[in-house]
């Protein structure tokens, strides 16, 4: 008999099942966050909670991503990614049970920290793993477009599959869904994922990571309590201080050493800190038109969860369709037209909303979400672009991953901010004043629009390039990109971007050219 090669190749096949398992960590993270949006009023009706404490629910999950993503970044480069990815998935699938069974909201907040930093372990590093497990650049293109993918998935099943749970199950069910799923990608992680680790991790930096801590729960916890405990109070005051004093030590201190956790020296270049603002403004209009949507659609409205759910899909739909083409918009012509795009739409939808009222058409509601997507799906390639244009390959991976914190914190303060101007704005029981105190919030969000379409023609101009160019000189150039690590430092969005074919080591192609010395 004559051997025949298999239609498939037993290696490739375990690859396939490597991104198999990252992609369902991916999907598991994105699911609870925009499923636990869809359980908010369940758990406003069940723990007697307030607005704030509704705020402290998303946030205490996002604050925990934004302050230890880096830090889970640098230490799976420097310990090993398959048994910090095990530990995230262990972490996140037991705050998922504690979370399902907390007593009080307390308690409840608390839970969704652990599930944050559990999650911090995940993404970033499930991305490394993927780029370590496919050698050749087309499949790794190809294997990174699937997990770009699954985040549109994840999106519109969010909010469909949370409003099936809590309806059928009490929102606390939103929270069972994470346990098999985290156990089943933990005990394939075992016997598939093979450890790596960073050729050259970077060093430990503990004082910068309590100070980027500090700022943000300083600034986040000011922000929130500040709208009932008052903006004048003693508390209010001295986090706002404290959180000052933090943001001017961090550079101070960063830029002494050799390998700064934040280095300050980025921010001088104007692409970079147009995509590090842009990140903060897209994310938080996000996060803020999530949390103020779902109070309004089912508070005021009297939708139940899985109509508040089915309503924002045509939102969700749009995010995946726009990332496709953002993709290759910002490949071939550069991040300005889709930030533009983006930033028009993300205006266009939220000024819709400026005149929301209890009675506002449904059709006007679903044109508003179908323009908001679209324009938040736009805008996570080109910032990625702008991340890492001009700097030196060795610098790259680093400048993304602060972008994609940059993306957390936007999350963190868009429910802070937007959720403190209803509270401070409300006048009586919220399901009777939420629309008239939100109309400041919806011009907000036209406001984040504008900027983001101001960013993208102010940061992408020749001088601005230039000067980027410069910055980049000032860093040594390695031999190559792959010396560099430049997609094994998290370099590909892991928030909601999509990479293409046409993309290398998840960077369109005129980034990579724009960046080798």
Not at 265 to 280: Q, W
Not at 377 to 401: D, E, F, K, R, Y
Not at 403 to 411: D, E, K, L
Not at 447 to 462: D, E, H, K, N, Y
Request: net charge positive; glycine share 12%.
């Amino acid at each position: 008999m004559i051997a025949t090669e298999p239609d498939v190749d037993p290696a490739h096949r375990r690859r396939l099942l490597v991104l198999a398992v990252c992609c369902l960590s991916l999907l598991i993270t994105v699911i609870d966050a925009t499923a636990v949006n869809v359980a908010l009023p369940a758990v406003q009706r069940d723990l007697n909670a307030q607005v704030s404490g509704l705020q402290w629910v998303i946030d205490g999950y996002t604050l925990a991503i934004a302050g230890f993503m880096m830090l889970a970044g640098s230490t799976a480069d420097r310990i090993g990614r398959r048994r910090v990815f095990q530990a995230g998935l262990a972490l996140f699938t037991v705050g998922s049970l504690l979370c399902s069974r907390a007593p009080g909201l307390s308690w409840l907040v608390a839970f969704r920290v652990v599930q944050g930093l559990g999650a911090s372990m995940l993404n970033p590093v499930a991305l490394s793993i993927i780029t370590s497990t496919f050698p050749d650049a087309r499949q790794r293109a190809r294997a990174i477009g699937v997990w770009g993918a699954t985040v549109g998935v994840s999106l519109t099943l969010g909010p469909v599959v949370g409003g099936l749970l809590v309806g059928s199950a009490g929102w606390r069910a939103v929270f069972w869904i994470n346990i098999p799923v985290g156990l089943l990608a933990l005990a394939l992680s075992a016997v598939l994922i093979s450890e790596s680790k960073a050729a050259t991790a970077r060093r430990r930096d503990p004082v910068g990571q309590v100070l980027v801590l500090t700022v943000l729960a300083s600034l986040i916890f000011a922000i929130i309590e500040g709208s009932h405990r008052g903006y004048g109070s003693a508390l209010i005051v001295g986090l706002l201080v404290l959180a000052a004093i933090a943001a001017v030590a961090l550079p101070l201190y960063e830029r002494r050493r050799g390998q700064p956790l934040v280095d300050p020296v980025f921010f001088r270049s104007i692409p970079f800190t147009g995509a590090f603002i842009t990140a903060i403004t897209a994310f938080l209009a996000l996060s803020g038109f999530l949390f103020l949507n779902t109070l309004y659609l089912q508070d005021v409205r009297g939708y139940s969860a899985l109509e508040a759910g089915l309503l924002t899909v045509p939102m969700a739909v749009g995010t995946a369709i726009a990332s496709t083409v953002s993709g290759r918009l910002t490949a071939t012509h550069g991040p300005r037209p889709p930030l533009v795009a983006a930033g028009v739409l993300v205006a266009a939808g939220a000024l819709l909303l400026t005149g929301l009222s209890p009675g506002t058409a449904q059709p006007l509601l679903l044109v508003a979400y179908l323009l908001f997507g679209c324009g938040f799906g736009l805008v996570n390639a080109p910032i990625t672009s702008m991340a890492v244009a001009g700097m030196p390959p060795a610098q790259a991976g680093v400048s993304a991953a602060i972008t994609t914190t940059a993306r957390q914190i936007g999350n963190s303060l868009g429910v802070a901010v937007l959720g403190s101007i209803v509270t401070a704005h409300a006048r009586g029981p919220l399901h009777q004043g939420f629309t008239s105190a939100s109309h400041l919030a919806w011009w907000i969000l036209a406001g984040c629009g504008a900027l983001i379409a101001a960013l993208g023609i102010l940061t992408t101009t020749a001088r601005a390039t230039a000067g980027a160019a410069r910055i980049a000189a000032r860093f040594p150039a390695p031999r190559s990109v792959v010396d560099a690590g430049l997609v094994d430092a998290g370099l590909v969005d892991t928030g909601l971007g999509q990479a293409g074919e046409n993309e290398v080591h998840g960077l369109p192609r005129g980034v990579v050219r724009r960046i080798q010395p």
